[in-house]
């Protein structure tokens, strides 16, 4: 135990002596986490309460057009800018302007009104409802397509969503001219009571958790405290393997080991230095959440009854962090070699556990390949905590994997440093 607080506090006395490292440790992943979270909770904001403007050229003026026009308005999403040119009106999305252009084309109310009714007839001719039998060339209608311009730079998620509300709205004015058309034939023009329903039988609603009363709904805070907290955590494993090779080149560990020390007291003492470290980063993390951002107009992170919860996961994470960097730190022979590959590992880590892009948006090979990352294993953690209202059995799967992860880390570390040295 003497030996063990021996090494931690080298290790101690090591990283106080480093301003410009320690600076990096915790400046930049502050840096790093506001940035992010302003630029998403912005994004956030502007789909909800700054509208896209897009341009509509309408050559049907009937209720077709009059429908989606409104549908658009009503959505609070849109600012709806009508224009009488198409080309104009595509010149200017291509060119980037505005992110749309629809175009309704001429007569599609009046047409779509003929080839219902025409439907409709023909449907009662055959159950001899017709009474009045009169051979007729019916009228070609052609379809009618409402062009849609997008800018090419637009995403793909906002031109599905586009596409399907327009068709949305066209189907349910279809639906309502069916209707309209039976309820005529049938009714003979005379003022009867309506014979159909109109309105849709079918509806959404989303339930959300609670917890009491209380809606639990997530925000931008909630997604990126946890997802960046983890990646500072991680990034860690940087300045420790560096630590470890600075070490072995300066003969720090020749002279160790003329003493009776081991390499897992050396290991230990590292350990529990940068622990310290990565838990007074997830506390940096959490008092940035909780007071600097909601004066900067953002979410404020609550943490109500989940600290017990959270530094649990951000402790093991911590120990799978530091089991990689002094993982790392052995097999590495120099600074150079344990630098680039230490930033780069993190990054394809933090990329394949979903810190960037979610997980279930990536291919399936992907999706797969990310339950071995262990960054991957502490976001679950940590959503669970954040954003399902998870106890503490539900997340033990997740810290488990960490933990042993970092075991197998340490344990590797030590079986090779002893081979090294025995040769």
């Known amino acids: 135990m003497h030996k063990l607080l021996a090494s931690t506090y080298k290790e101690f006395l090591l990283i106080t002596r480093d301003v410009g490292g320690l600076a990096i440790l915790f400046i930049m992943p502050v840096v790093l986490i506001i940035t992010i979270t302003i630029i998403q909770d912005s994004s956030f904001k502007s789909i909800a309460d700054n509208k896209i403007p897009i341009l509509l050229v309408n050559h049907d003026n009937g209720l077709v057009s009059e429908t989606i026009i409104n549908g658009f308005v009503e959505s609070n999403a849109f600012q709806v800018i009508q224009k009488n040119k198409e080309e104009e009106a595509k010149d200017l999305v291509f060119k980037g302007d505005y992110q749309l252009a629809i175009i309704i084309p001429e007569k599609l109310s009046l047409d779509l009104d003929k080839k219902v009714n ?26 009618k397509e409402v062009r849609l311009y ?12 586009v596409k399907n509300g327009i068709d949305k709205m066209i189907s349910k004015i279809e639906t309502q001219s069916i209707y309209k058309a039976f309820q005529d ?25 609670k917890k009491g009363d209380k809606e639990i709904i997530p925000n931008s805070v909630q997604h990126n405290i946890p997802a960046w907290t983890l990646f500072a955590i991680f990034f860690i494993i940087v300045p420790l393997s560096i630590n470890i090779v600075k070490e072995k080149n300066q003969g720090t560990f020749v002279r160790l080991r003329t003493n009776p020390v081991s390499y897992a007291t050396v290991l230990g003492g590292k350990t529990m230095v940068y622990l310290v470290v990565c838990l007074i980063q997830f506390v940096l993390m959490l008092l940035i959440g909780i007071f600097l951002f909601p004066k900067m107009g953002l979410p404020t992170l609550d943490v109500a009854e989940r600290l017990f919860n959270l530094f649990v996961v951000a402790f093991f994470a911590g120990l799978a962090a530091i089991g990689l960097g002094l993982l790392l730190g052995t097999i590495a022979k120099t600074q150079e070699q344990s630098a680039p590959f230490g930033a780069t590992f993190v990054v394809i880590l933090a990329a394949l556990g979903g810190v960037w892009v979610p997980v279930f948006v990536m291919p399936k090979f992907m999706q797969t390949l990310s339950n071995i990352s262990p960054m991957n294993w502490g976001l679950n953690a940590f959503y669970d905590v954040f954003l399902r209202n998870a106890s503490f059995i539900e997340f033990v799967p997740e810290i488990t994997l960490l933990l042993l992860f970092f075991i197998i880390t340490v344990l590797i570390s030590i079986i090779y440093n002893e081979k090294k040295n025995a040769v």
Not at 122 to 141: H, N, Q
Not at 150 to 161: G, H, I, L, R
Not at 199 to 206: N, T
């Open 118 to 143: 025409q439907n409709v007839e023909g449907i009662l001719a055959k159950f001899g409802l017709e009474e009045d039998v009169e051979v007729e060339i019916k009228e070609t209608i052609l379809n």
């Open 150 to 161: 997008f800018d090419p730079a637009t995403q793909q998620t906002f031109k599905s969503s």
């Open 185 to 209: 034939q049938v009714s003979e023009g005379d003022d009867t009571e309506a014979i159909f329903e109109t309105d849709s039988f079918i509806s959404f609603k989303e339930i959300v958790p």
